[in-house]
């Protein structure tokens, strides 16, 4: 029986790679289940087998893009030298995301207003998995006494965040998006960067 399981595991990996390359190539809107099937050389109705849907196979690649990123951010908790290293790691980190994956994100351009909850689970993860790792840093660096102490790390990184996801370019041209432009966004990186830098230099003593 475990191996079965084993050959079907196999076969998920498979399909969620296939239809993550379809999706970054065309976005989810041009890419078709026929499509992934034959990039697979697998039958159409095998492949609904595994996921009913377009949506729940894209839900699925999400999710295990997610993943990776969680576990870059994991993996480097408790690893920076100073706390502006921790600052330009998430938010360089969070920028290659963006950039290497910008046609998979056609979906929430497009459902905007009405994403999945499922979606939104896993944005509360990420942004869960950054405040963790910046309110660390902010802590670490509070006990080697290079920054003045706050009381509330977590709700300082909160705000801050929010302040950075909420970085726009042109804002009156887009004001129907709130997802940014791929020409927009090494603009937007560098603003993040500079805000961080003003952050930081409020902090130290």
Avoid: C
Avoid at 26 to 39: L, P, Q, R, V
């Amino acid at each position: 029986m475990a191996a079965g399981n084993d050959h079907q595991d196999i076969k998920r990996e498979k399909i969620l790679e296939a239809s993550h390359q379809r999706f970054l190539h065309y976005g989810y809107s041009k890419t078709t289940m026929n499509e992934i099937a034959g990039d697979l050389s697998m039958s159409k109705a095998l492949l609904y087998y595994y996921f009913p849907d377009k949506s729940q196979l894209y839900m699925a690649v999400m999710r295990k893009l997610a993943n990776d990123y969680l576990k870059l951010l994991e993996d480097n908790i408790d690893t920076f030298g100073d706390l502006k290293q921790a600052f330009v790691f998430q938010i360089n980190t969070h920028h290659d995301f963006i950039v290497n994956n910008y046609n998979f994100f056609d979906f929430f351009r497009l459902n905007e207003q009405n994403l999945p909850d499922m979606i939104w689970e896993i944005v509360g993860m990420v942004h869960a998995a950054e405040l963790n790792l910046l309110s660390r840093a902010i802590t670490t660096e509070i006990g080697r006494g290079t920054i003045k102490p706050i009381e509330n790390p977590e709700e300082v990184v909160d705000l801050l965040l929010d302040a950075l996801h909420g970085i726009r370019v042109g804002a009156i041209s887009q004001k129907k998006t709130s997802f940014p432009r791929k020409e927009h966004l090494d603009e937007i990186h560098a603003k993040k960067l500079l805000l961080i830098d003003i952050f930081i230099k409020g902090l130290m003593y």
